[in-house]
């Protein structure tokens, strides 16, 4: 069966080898760890969602961390609930990032997503429209339904979709993709959303209360004056 993005959408294995998406999956989690800020892509920057490859992503990310939709007619974002999720925090700019090895295995990624979405909707007796990704097609409940599935213990892609939904939660959660300072103060959805606390003026966080009301343990002696052992 053709993909919708023009290349046959049986398998990751068919076209790309499943580590080699295994390995840029999880070289961009190390990358993203690290804080290192990475370089949007031009269509992303301009706001675009017009492949199916980033429509996909979009509406894959959008049912792990849902957000109201960004426009009428906006199919890859469900608009389950309101205010924003992994698409407004800026996951596509993540995933689709020169500076990552990722970009060029997600039409595989989302191809594989769309044949399973195909094959869901041929097993539950659903209509898909032929305008837009299968997946996409989906409503909200149906997608939630679908990618549940493709977390159980015998799918053979279940760690791609585990990781993939990783940096997901990195994107909305810590802006992993940003300088932690810039992205609060360019309101960045996520970390506004969950209130996460602005620096000090010196740029620095600094906490006066222990988390859990004490001190555990005393600072070890060799300990420098920015809080690093020696």
């Known amino acids: 069966m053709p993909a919708r993005d023009g290349a046959p959408a049986q ?61 009428a007619g906006d199919l890859p974002i469900a608009g389950a609930v309101t205010g924003p999720g992994a698409v407004q925090a800026g996951v596509v700019a ?67 979709w585990q990781i993939l939904s990783l940096i997901t939660g990195l994107a909305f959660d810590t802006a992993a993709h940003l300088d932690t300072r810039e992205a609060l103060a360019a309101g960045h959805p996520g970390l506004t959303w969950l209130r996460f606390p602005a620096p000090n003026a010196d740029g620095l966080w600094r906490f006066p209360q222990f988390s859990y009301g004490r001190a555990l343990a005393d600072p070890h002696p060799a300990t420098t004056a920015s809080g690093s052992p020696a």
Do not use: C, M
């Open 11 to 71: 398998d990751v294995g068919q076209d790309v080898d499943r580590r080699t998406v295994l390995k840029a999956l999880t070289a961009t989690l190390a990358v993203l760890a690290t804080g290192q800020a990475v370089a949007p892509a031009a269509a992303e920057a301009a706001g675009a969602s017009e492949s199916w490859t980033v429509q996909t992503l979009e509406a894959f990310a959008d049912t792990l961390i849902p957000g109201q939709r960004r426009f």
């Open 94 to 160: 993540v995933l689709t990032s020169p500076a990552l090895p990722l970009a060029p295995l997600l039409p595989a990624i989302a191809a594989l997503l769309n044949t399973r979405a195909t094959a869901y909707a041929v097993e539950h007796l659903i209509w898909l429209p032929v305008t837009s990704p299968a997946f996409v097609g989906l409503s909200f409940a149906q997608r939630t339904d679908l990618v549940g599935g493709v977390f159980g213990p015998d799918d053979p892609d279940r760690a791609v």
